[in-house]
């Protein structure tokens, strides 16, 4: 899961990229509005976590911007702003949510995956692919009631195929999805993390297909 984080307070935007990145959340940053408006017509993002008081280009512009581009990324307002006017007005110019600032990371947390579920219409907190199980509340994964421990990287992309089970996805969508801005993104390393992931799960029932040319699929293992 992939966010973009639009916070021009430093320590506060390097404090919540460490929490978030320890909840397995991939982070980018954008410090201004001008940075923030540029990498969301570059960039493909989750959720988008959205300061109001931002150099160059205030937030309510790079959100008014956003929706004008019929981009529905959800975003989340981080402000100090509690004012009822405030939220009515940001609410109506197309944010999905707003929390003031200080709040606790828990809630944070759980709206960021409430909103991303949002985004996968007909799917509950628990998926299953076969015996493969998903809860999006915990972000953990175990196949027949074991515990699947898997290390950053390859979460990623086992989340992402899940989230998207029963489509192809491209090697570039799972790139887009698993480096942010500070990373080399490489091909290379998602097919290490595809054939790391194949091992761990060669006793399930579910499996990860190659689509050649197109991409990777997860469904059930043919067992006939």
Request: aromatic share 4%; hydrophobic share 40%.
């Amino acid at each position: 899961m992939k966010l973009l984080l639009i916070e021009d307070n430093p320590p506060l935007a390097l404090w919540l990229s460490k929490i978030l990145k320890e909840d397995k959340f991939t982070i980018d940053i954008a410090r201004d509005g001008e940075v923030a408006d540029s990498l969301l017509q570059s960039e493909s993002y989750d959720v988008v976590l959205l300061d109001l008081q931002l150099p160059k280009m205030n937030g309510k512009s790079v959100l008014r911007r956003l929706r004008q581009r019929h981009n529905n990324v959800p975003v989340m307002i981080l402000t100090a702003s509690g004012s009822i006017d405030e939220k009515v007005d940001c609410l109506g110019a197309g944010a999905d949510d707003y929390l003031v600032k200080p709040f606790e990371v828990r809630e944070l947390v759980a709206r960021i995956k409430a909103l991303i579920r949002r985004q996968t219409p007909g799917k509950s907190a628990e998926m299953h692919c076969a015996d493969l199980h998903y809860d999006s509340n915990t972000r953990q994964f175990s196949i027949a009631g074991q515990l699947l421990a898997l290390p950053a990287r390859e979460h990623d992309v086992l989340e992402i195929l899940m989230l998207k089970q029963g489509k192809t996805v491209s090697k570039t969508a799972l790139m887009d999805g698993v480096f942010g801005l500070d990373d080399e993104p490489s091909a290379d390393a998602i097919e290490i993390y595809i054939h790391r992931l194949r091992k761990k799960m060669e006793h399930s029932q579910a499996a990860i297909m190659t689509l050649r040319g197109l991409g990777y699929l997860l469904k059930q293992k043919d067992l006939t």
